[in-house]
């Protein structure tokens, strides 16, 4: 079953602008991870955060994290066409090594 | 972290048939996993290979119908069975290198089943 629940599900921003992306999840975690994945091709990991950890930042990437709301949310800040993809969250339980996904965002970026 | 190459990239297969994705990895490592993406989809976790013993199987996936190989700690493979078009997906496989680390994942398998 889906952990996660993106929304919006659908964005679409001009380049320069900021896209904020948000996940919800059900159960306890160990960390929480954002993936970008390219027109239907693999996945990439973008930022781990733990669950111990509120805010954590990678170049123009910003994720939090709301233990106590069960929620997460990306920001990608001055965005650009190269950064059109669909992003996906998924929670690691810890005690399994399976990471479930949420739904994903698609992001389109308009030059 | 170490890098998967996964094969064939995509293919088109007629229903009834079979097909094997491949998957190799640059280093050892311990549990592998195949996900599947279908349209417009999620991922959904099939099964978690581990060398030496059987894969383990989400709900939903039975070996019969996705059997699994994992014949040492660098290579995995996973066989789509008795193909019908609702198996069309794009089927991905994944290691994580350490607890608390990213995962990493093979640039997937798209399937066709006409």
């Known amino acids: 079953s889906q952990q996660g629940e993106e929304d919006p599900q659908a964005l679409s921003i001009q380049e320069g602008e900021n896209a904020t992306m948000n996940c919800s999840y059900k159960?306890?975690?160990?960390?929480l991870q954002w993936y970008r994945q390219n027109s239907g091709r693999g996945l990439v990991h973008l930022i781990l955060?733990?669950?111990?950890?509120r805010e954590k930042h990678s170049g123009r990437l910003r994720v939090t994290l709301d233990t106590s709301k069960k929620s997460s949310s990306l920001l990608i800040t001055a965005s650009r066409a190269a950064d059109t993809a669909s992003y996906f969250c998924?929670?690691?339980?810890?005690?399994?090594?399976?990471?479930?996904f949420g739904k994903g965002t698609l992001l389109t970026v308009n030059p | 972290s170490a890098v998967i190459s996964q094969k064939p990239s995509r293919d088109i297969c007629q229903r009834g048939t079979s097909l094997t994705i491949q998957c190799q990895v640059d280093?050892?490592?311990?549990?592998m996993f195949w996900y599947r993406q279908q349209p417009g989809q999620s991922l959904t976790l099939i099964a978690t290979?581990?060398?030496?013993?059987?894969?383990?199987?989400e709900s939903g996936f039975v070996i019969d119908k996705f059997p699994i190989s994992r014949p040492n700690l660098t290579f995995s493979t996973l066989t789509v069975s008795n193909m019908s078009p609702e198996d069309s997906s794009i089927y991905l496989c994944?290691?994580?290198?350490?607890?608390?680390?990213?995962?990493?994942f093979g640039s997937g398998t798209r399937l066709t089943v006409v």
């Open positions: 290979a581990n060398q030496g013993s059987e894969a383990t199987y």
């Open positions: 955060i733990r669950s111990n950890e």
């Open positions: 998924a929670t690691d339980g810890g005690s399994n090594y399976k990471l479930t």
């Open positions: 994944s290691y994580q290198k350490a607890p608390n680390y990213g995962y990493t």
């Open positions: 159960t306890s975690i160990n960390n």
């Open positions: 280093s050892q490592v311990t549990m």
